[in-house]
């Protein structure tokens, strides 16, 4: 069974920092790219960041510069360093894992990152 389980949301002031968490569990981890999706109020959900197996990384272009996506591979974890936070990145975070080979997606249940003063 397939588990991505997401921590490290919460409440942060504007300008500050977060840290999120996404383990897999089920899946061959180095078969997958990562990604971090988001749901704002009233939004359809939409792409953060991505890394491929390889590494490569790919953000959108309001989140370039502020966040960092990575991962580690010996732990299956992805992770989404947040700086700069500001009160229109509020939303819910999701984690995604691609199968490289068969495209099936996965996504974790959502952490909610609330950015206010």
């Known amino acids: 069974q397939v588990q991505l389980v997401e921590s490290g949301g919460g409440l942060v002031q504007p300008g500050g920092s977060l840290r999120l968490s996404c383990a897999a569990y089920g899946i061959v981890f180095n078969n997958h790219a990562m990604g971090w999706f988001r749901q704002g109020p009233g939004k359809e959900r939409q792409l953060v960041a991505r890394?491929?197996?390889?590494?490569?990384?790919n953000y959108a272009n309001s989140e370039k510069g502020r966040f960092t996506i990575s991962k580690d591979n010996v732990k299956s974890t992805v992770y989404l360093q947040m700086n700069s936070l500001k009160p229109e990145d509020t939303a819910v975070y999701y984690c995604?894992?691609?199968?490289?080979?068969?495209?099936?997606?996965?996504w974790g249940q959502g952490t909610q990152v609330t950015v206010s003063s």
């Open positions: 995604n894992a691609q199968d490289i080979e068969t495209l099936n997606s996965y």
């Open positions: 890394i491929t197996r390889t590494g490569a990384t």
